[in-house]
């Protein structure tokens, strides 16, 4: 019983943190994988004005096909994820405001950046001192259409 007592808060808080690190690789994969296919919408979207669709869903514009992908995406619900489109590139190699701009003309180079702040679930025992970390993904794709 007092090896248990010495042992298991280690055991326990081990078994804590190796299920945050598991969640927290999740939410970077997740991230990457939005990133990928946000770049995939912006890169097929080009300049096109007319409605169109992109695997199934019905878009009006380039910005809600690529706003359609990230609710395709698993993240917790209520997830704030921060997309950033630069068709100019910025001197830091990444886009610093959110926003959308479309692409002017083929063949232009599009920064995707994908931002997304990742609370720990110690959040539930530590309350508003739980720490969190932004997660940032980007990606360059070339405008096609």
Not at 33 to 39: E, G, L, M
Not at 114 to 138: D, H
């Amino acid at each position: 019983m007092v090896e248990f007592a010495l042992v298991g808060p280690l055991f326990m808080a081990l078994l804590v943190g190796v299920v945050e690190v598991g969640l927290f690789m999740n939410a970077q994969a997740t991230i990457d994988n939005v990133t990928r296919q946000v770049a995939r919408v912006v890169a097929v979207c080009g300049t096109t004005q007319a409605t169109w669709s992109y695997r199934g869903q019905p878009a009006t514009d380039c910005q809600t096909a690529a706003a359609n992908e990230v609710q395709l995406n698993f993240l917790p619900a209520g997830a704030a994820v921060q997309i950033a489109v630069c068709t100019t590139i910025p001197p830091s190699g990444h886009c610093s405001g959110t926003g959308y701009q479309q692409p002017t003309y083929v063949g232009q180079v599009v920064e995707v950046d994908v931002y997304y702040t990742y609370s720990y679930y110690t959040e539930l025992l530590l309350g508003s001192a739980a720490p969190t970390t932004v997660i940032a993904s980007s990606a360059r794709v070339v405008a096609q259409q």
